[in-house]
Every structure is written in structure tokens, then in C-alpha cells.
């Protein structure tokens, strides 16, 4: 079982759009659509941020929206924010009752 | 409002036990919904699932982990627990208790607790 890779680090400006991948494989992944994606500010517990790979919680802004096309899911941040510089981490379910988490992505606001 | 709370040493020897317990507040660890889980996070590092539990104590483990790992849930306190032996310095993190749904997504966190594995 090994961890979802993610890009180490993403940047944009404020207003403008970027998208973080979640790269697993066909036994994560790509049979199941149940990726979620977490925002966690430094000291703090993560934050659910998308779930079963583009649902947004009530109170998530719909700046934040999801996908996936084969063994990628994607997360993207619409209108950035500079209250959206923090790491972000995938999750996939991977059978047998088991999940992995993705290497997480440090969105930096520029 | 749910509210997850860990407990438990700060510090643990290496070979040592770790024991933590998450007492749940504002909802029932006996809920049929949700499953109760553990998330750990090493100092720096990335998140990684430790294990789940369901109110009837069926588990489910981290294969990297399972063979020193036991979770398990008191109904009568509305708490669950968990325990990992053999420690060493690479089980230094933050340990986190979550409530996980049955679609796998996890939608309360506690707020973590640091765990030390040193001599």
C-alpha cells in the first residue's frame, strides 16, 4: 500500500486558478470514486474539503472542486485566496476496508 | 457539534507501548453510520492512516501496521482506543482520532496529540 503521489508544491497568484493531482493506481484509485481531499493549516487538524471525489461539504466555498480521470483525482482551487495557502492531502479508499492517503501538496499564495 | 478528544502519554519509551484513547462528545461511537479511526502524522511529514474500528469491533489496519496494532471501542464510555507496541522513534507523530463515514471520508478530526517515542 503506498502513498497517493502528489506535486510537493503548488503556487499562484491571488484570483488565479490551480489544480493539485492525486495520482494513485487501478487498485486505489481507479475503482473506486471515493477520493476526499483535506486542507490542513500549520498546527491544525486537517479539513475535509471534497468528498466521494467532487462533493463539497456544506460550508466549503465552491471555489474548491474535484474530479478524476483514471488513476488521477484532481483538486481544484478556483479564484485563489490567500486563506488558501496550506497543504492539502488526498485520501482513496484501497479495498478491504483499508485507505491511503496522498504525499500532500503545499499550495503557496504568491 | 461532535467533538473528538485524544488522550493519553506525550512520551513513550522505544520497545514501549502506545496507548491512546479519543472520547467522543456530542454524538455516539454506537452510531451505525460511522466508522472511528486513527490518523498519524510524523513531525513535517504527511498523513497516514493507522486503522478503523465499528461499533460492534470490527477493525480494520493499516497492513504496514497490523501486526502491532490493536483498536478497540467502549461503548459504555463512548470512547475508543488504541494501542501499538513495539515502538520506536519512527512512531514519533501527532496522532489524530477521526470519525470516518461509511463512504470513507472523514468529516471530524480531533485536534491531535503529539506522541513521543524516546529513551
Known amino acids: 500500500q503506498s502513498a497517493l503521489t502528489q506535486p510537493a508544491s503548488v503556487s499562484g497568484s491571488p484570483r488565479q486558478s490551480i489544480t493539485i493531482s492525486c495520482t494513485g493506481t487501478?487498485?486505489?484509485?481507479?475503482?473506486?470514486?471515493?477520493v476526499s481531499w483535506y486542507q490542513q493549516h500549520p498546527g491544525k487538524a486537517p479539513k475535509l474539503m471534497i468528498y466521494?471525489?467532487?462533493k463539497r461539504p456544506s460550508g466549503v466555498s465552491n471555489r474548491f472542486s474535484g474530479s478524476k480521470s483514471g488513476n488521477t483525482a484532481s483538486l481544484t482551487i478556483s479564484g485563489l485566496q490567500a486563506e488558501d495557502e496550506a497543504d492539502y492531502y488526498c485520501?482513496?479508499?484501497?479495498?478491504?476496508?483499508?485507505?491511503?492517503f496522498g504525499t500532500g501538496t503545499k499550495v503557496t499564495v504568491l | 457539534q461532535l467533538q473528538l478528544q485524544e488522550s493519553g502519554p506525550g512520551l513513550v519509551k522505544p520497545s514501549g507501548t502506545l496507548s491512546l484513547t479519543c472520547t467522543v462528545s456530542g454524538g455516539s461511537v454506537s452510531s451505525s453510520s460511522y466508522y472511528w479511526g486513527w490518523i498519524r502524522q510524523p513531525p513535517g511529514k504527511g498523513l497516514e492512516w493507522i486503522g478503523n474500528?465499528?461499533?460492534?469491533?470490527?477493525?480494520y489496519y493499516n497492513p504496514s501496521l497490523r501486526s502491532r496494532l490493536t483498536i478497540f471501542v467502549d461503548t459504555s464510555k463512548n470512547q475508543f482506543s488504541l494501542k501499538l507496541s513495539s515502538v520506536t522513534v519512527a512512531d514519533t507523530a501527532v496522532y489524530y482520532c477521526a470519525r470516518r463515514a461509511a463512504t470513507g471520508f472523514i468529516d471530524y478530526w480531533g485536534q491531535g496529540t503529539l506522541v513521543t517515542v524516546s529513551s
Open positions: 485520501c482513496s479508499y484501497a479495498g478491504s476496508s483499508t485507505y491511503v
Open positions: 487501478s487498485s486505489d484509485v481507479g475503482s473506486y470514486n471515493l
Open positions: 466521494e471525489g467532487s
Open positions: 474500528i465499528y461499533y460492534i469491533g470490527s477493525t
